[in-house]
């Protein structure tokens, strides 16, 4: 499933693809070199130096001001003259005299452009008190959107045998059980993998966060700053613990909301995002009433739950009719439209409960609007993620392709078939198709370039108190993972939110404003175990 794009904007694991992001042991793929101590002295090794001495030369695109960033793309050959350059944009503060400096946030992904969030209004997200005090900045992290060089991991690039399977294969099943099924699905995730590597022309190895944690040091020191105020949501969560990993003691303010646990092995992380949605669906089956009142397209909890997993049945034999389409809705885009729509409950929930009522009708045309709501075509997709530091040609949206390369990069992914069902099995048997759409969407990292350092807990001694927001039904990045992640943070401190919905700060919630703010502006520390 692709990362859907909403208000609150792409801070999101997609509903599927999120599971490829499973281990996220602390450690890409890249050559590691030297301890945690030598890469937090990285900006004094002279073939660093000159990234590390670069200052960023503004000009005004749009409401934002834009930079670029030179970093290499090798940090083990730093020297070999190769590199990335990387859009940088700046939300400058009205109030130069109360200024604290610059905030540092990732909106999401992997593979959200953080240029283009911010052209669109990302500095929104932030409560009033830290968008006085602060220049808001993003950039596009290596490989993702406006950089240059850029992924590319086209759908229609596949090997002359895949193709020739296909030619003859039947419709995949939503749940591939039987031999041939599960061998058309490796070979589908291979003709995938095939193009991946064809169109990234060796960046794949260079794409893991462990890189990209590097690259935003060069950006602190370029930017000026001493130490680093960063804000993640979800996939960003994962990006500021690598940064805290590796420059502990360069971190002024870290807020990570939406936690991802990097202990949790890549079976265990898509196990647990498939919890997480499961849980959520039965969520908004209990709540509806409150949320959409009625509208919902039950009269209680068990008549909306039974409803859903009957379409589930019932599409994966018969897809529902959609307009102006020749192939119906099956189960699978069933389940992406259903998962979308448990990010922003507010915004997503009544859309949602009018497309199920349709399609107890036999309508799928509606949940066919919501499980393709993050593809808005070439031409928006364009707008969306321009960039005016880039070339006359401008960037395009891969955030699909990101999503696959950055997410086998943060992991090591099995090479051998067997793993691979054991986690679906697992995973159906605990979470229904969720789990069979959180396992299915890594399988192309069998045949990419992996990570090779197993789970482990974080080390980060010290970095000073890091703020983890979680929020209670979050679908994607369930509660326990912030729970974890704060406890393995040295002087961790975890602030609550009691909602369903995909994080917390930026939905407009007064309390969790307030902590955020405070904690960003003048290092109040939250108390552990704070609820909003």
């Given amino acids: 499933m692709k990362s859907p794009k909403h208000t609150l904007r792409a801070r999101v694991l997609a509903p599927s693809l999120a599971a490829a992001l499973a281990a996220l042991p602390l450690a890409g793929c890249s050559t590691e070199s030297g301890s945690a101590r030598e890469e937090g002295d990285a900006a004094t090794r002279p073939e660093l130096r000159r990234f590390y001495g670069q200052r960023l030369t503004w000009r005004d695109c749009g409401d934002v001001e834009c930079a670029r960033l030179t970093v290499p793309r090798d940090y083990a050959h730093p020297g070999d003259g190769k590199t990335f350059v990387l859009p940088v944009a700046r939300a400058a503060t009205a109030d130069e005299g109360r200024r604290v400096g610059t905030l540092v946030y990732n909106p999401g992904g992997p593979g959200e452009s953080g240029v283009a969030d911010l052209k669109e209004g990302g500095a929104e997200s932030f409560g009033a008190k830290a968008r006085a005090r602060f220049d808001i900045v993003s950039f596009d992290p290596r490989g993702v959107g406006g950089s240059r060089p850029a992924l590319d991991c086209p759908d229609d690039e596949e090997d002359e045998e895949d193709t020739a399977e296909d030619d003859g294969a039947e419709e995949q099943p939503a749940v591939p059980r039987t031999a041939a099924a599960r061998a058309q699905a490796f070979a589908d995730a291979r003709a995938e993998a095939t193009a991946c590597r064809k169109g990234s022309r060796g960046l794949l190895q260079h794409v893991g966060t462990r890189d990209v944690a590097r690259d935003l040091d060069v950006l602190r020191a370029a930017l000026g700053e001493r130490k680093l105020t960063y804000v993640g949501w979800s996939y960003g969560t994962h990006l500021g613990t690598r940064y805290a990993e ?287």
């Avoid at 990097?262 to 849980?279: D, I, N």
């Avoid at 729509?341 to 497309?355: D, F, G, N, R, V």
Wanted: proline share 8%; glycine share 10%; net charge negative.
């Fill in 246 to 532: 590796q420059f502990p003691r360069r971190v002024r303010a870290m807020v990570l909301d939406g936690a991802v646990d990097p202990s949790l092995g890549w079976a265990q992380r898509a196990l647990s995002e498939a919890t997480g949605f499961r849980r959520a669906v039965d969520d908004y089956a209990a709540q509806c009433a409150d949320v959409v009142g009625k509208g919902c397209p039950g009269a209680g909890p068990e008549e909306i739950r039974r409803l859903i997993h009957g379409l589930y049945a019932r599409a994966e034999h018969d897809p529902l009719p959609v307009d102006g389409e020749e192939e119906g809705l099956g189960a699978t885009e069933v389940v992406d439209a259903v998962s979308v729509a448990m990010y922003t409950p507010e915004e997503q929930w009544k859309p949602l409960s009018a497309a199920l009522r349709a399609a107890a009708r036999g309508d799928g045309t509606k949940l066919a609007e919501l499980s393709e709501a993050d593809d808005p075509g070439p031409a928006a997709r364009a707008r969306r993620a321009g960039d005016a530091t880039a070339a006359d040609e401008g960037p395009v949206d891969n955030s699909d392709a990101a999503i696959l390369a950055v997410s086998c990069a943060d992991a090591a992914y099995p090479r051998a078939a067997e793993p691979y069902w054991d986690a679906l099995d697992r995973a159906e048997k605990k979470a229904g198709l969720y789990g069979v759409s959180s396992v299915l969407s890594v399988l192309a990292c069998k045949d990419l370039p992996t990570g090779t350092q197993r789970p482990r807990r974080v080390a980060a001694a010290g970095v000073p108190p890091v703020l983890v927001v979680g929020t209670t039904g979050d679908p994607a990045t369930p509660y326990e993972e912030a729970e974890s992640l704060a406890e393995q943070l040295p002087g961790g401190m975890l602030l609550t939110y009691e909602a369903p919905g995909h994080t917390a700060y930026g939905r407009g919630d007064a309390c969790v404003t307030k902590r955020v703010d405070d904690y960003l502006v003048g290092l109040r520390e939250v108390p552990d175990g704070t609820t909003c």
